[in-house]
């Protein structure tokens, strides 16, 4: 794997939009982002999400997604 600097992967990326970088994990079945994952885990503790949640949890989408080994 070539050696990208911060300034050409952002070049080539369309309109500024970042992809998520992907973890593989072995008991993932489909993908799921981080912020899904967190989401559902405080839901599971009987935490109520508020509006700053949900925006954290589409940041953390976007930044981050768990999927399955190929």
């Known amino acids: 794997m070539a050696y990208i600097?911060?300034?050409?992967?952002q070049q080539q990326q369309p309109s500024g939009q970042r992809q998520?970088?992907?973890?593989?994990v072995p008991f993932v079945r489909q993908g799921i982002g981080a912020g899904d994952v967190i989401?559902?885990?405080?839901g599971f503790?009987?935490?109520e999400p508020c509006q700053p949640c949900e925006q954290r949890a589409a940041w953390l989408n976007s930044r981050l997604r768990f999927g399955p080994r190929r």
């Open 20 to 24: 998520p970088h992907e973890v593989r």
């Open 39 to 42: 989401k559902k885990v405080t």
């Open 5 to 9: 600097n911060r300034q050409q992967q």
């Open 45 to 47: 503790l009987g935490i």
